[in-house]
């Protein structure tokens, strides 16, 4: 027998008492007894986004929300500025092409974190950018980018909105999107929000608001108008995803018991957990400089497979993790902690580390990782 568990960056669990939520009859969307849910979410989802204005859902995986920014907020013939430091900026700068968008792009090794001198400068020389798209984390190598530094370099310029891809960082970490002055916050269900996928949430500023009065590039289904308007009546412009809804409503109140605090101390301890039993079994981080607290990217080491490692968590101790994606590919290995996570996960996934890598023929000492990631565990 083996028992499957999701150690990805998304999907990651869910908890029994959202998947219960979730099993419930149908309710009917246009009912007063969803406009009430509805309305519980929107207070909820505010309370995760740290914001006062409106957090628009959508029935689509994050990547929806990410392109309604695009296309809610520019215009044909616009100019943005993308960082690309894996594949989740890479997927920005794809947007930006199929609508139309001219780009300048900040590239980073993957692994790093772009330099706010950067941005600061590439705005200096081209003061008509109009949106600048970065990711929080980017989930492909690990990386926490300083979204707070960025902030304040975009907030002095009124024609500039900075757009930041949350959806692995939401839940995870400090982003209080109204203090640090964020313009566009994207998440995703399947995260930190411990829900299966399929619901994008998206906040928008005010400033942010202005630039959607002028955009003209096509929307239909991801109108943000529209949505806003019929948000604030408790309802959808289209069918919502209804279950997942009743879903989000206890996976907020699970968030909201613990406290966006203490979620964000629990996520920090898991991730400084592992990291640590890392680089006690002389493995290498990927990202050891600015590394995200939803996940750590571990690399291979030589001699061994990556593709292997990966699959061995799967096929002999039910540990689905990830490994790496486009230039990544078998020489990383991915597993998260974010969203439904305690501590004995990670003491599992670092015990299971040490059994693989054995069992490849990897000088290991069995125990190593287990103990430095319990003393962090233990740390005060
Ligand atoms: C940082 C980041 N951006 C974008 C996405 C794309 O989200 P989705 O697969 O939900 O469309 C993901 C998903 O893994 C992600 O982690």
Redesign the pocket.
């Known amino acids: 027998m083996i028992k499957k568990q999701l150690f990805s ?2 999907p990651t669990p869910v908890p029994e008492r959202v998947l219960l939520a979730m099993a419930g009859p149908v309710l009917h969307h246009r009912d007063p007894a969803y406009e009430e849910l509805f309305q519980e979410v929107r207070e909820g989802l505010k309370y995760v986004f740290q914001t006062k204005n409106e957090v628009l859902l959508f029935a ?7 392109e309604g920014a695009v296309c809610n907020t520019l215009s044909p013939g616009d100019h943005a500025l993308v960082v690309i430091g ?1 594949k ?1 900026g890479e ?1 920005w700068g794809e947007l930006c092409k199929v609508y139309g968008v001219d780009f300048t792009s900040i590239d980073v090794i993957w692994g790093e974190a772009v330099e706010p001198v950067l941005i600061e400068k590439a705005l200096d020389a081209n003061p008509s950018i109009k949106a600048v798209f970065i ?6 190598t690990g990386v926490m980018h300083p979204i707070k530094e960025i902030a304040e370099i975009v907030k002095r310029r009124d024609g500039t909105i900075l757009v930041v ?5 939401l839940g995870v970490f400090e982003l209080p999107m109204d203090t640090w002055g964020l313009d566009i916050v ?1 998440s ?4 930190a929000f411990m829900l299966p ?1 399929g619901l ?1 949430f998206v906040a928008l500023s005010d400033k942010a608001w202005g630039f959607v009065e002028k955009s003209t590039l096509p929307k239909y289904y991801f109108n943000f108008k529209k949505e806003r308007a019929n948000a604030q009546k408790n309802q959808s412009q289209f069918t919502p995803a209804i279950s997942l809804v009743v879903g989000l409503r206890e996976a907020l109140k699970m968030i909201k018991e613990e406290g966006l605090d203490d979620v964000f101390k629990r996520h920090k301890k898991l991730a400084q957990a592992t990291r640590e039993a890392a680089k006690a079994l002389g493995l290498d981080l990927l990202a050891p400089k600015s590394p995200s607290d ?1 996940l750590t990217a571990i690399k291979v080491p030589d001699g061994i497979d990556g593709k292997k490692l990966k699959a061995a968590f799967e096929d002999r101790y039910g540990l689905i993790i990830a490994g790496g994606q486009s230039q990544l590919s078998g020489k990383i290995i991915r597993i998260a902690h974010l969203g439904y996570f305690q501590p004995l996960d990670i003491i599992q996934a670092v015990s299971t580390l040490e059994l693989i890598l054995k069992e490849m023929g990897y000088p290991v000492e069995l125990g190593k990782g287990v103990k430095a990631a319990e003393e962090v565990l233990t740390s005060e």
């Open positions: 960056p998304g689509s995986s994050g990547t929806g929300g990410m894996g989740f997927r990711q929080a984390s980017e989930t492909s891809d949350a959806i692995s960082a994207i995703g269900s399947q995260k996928p994008a939803a």
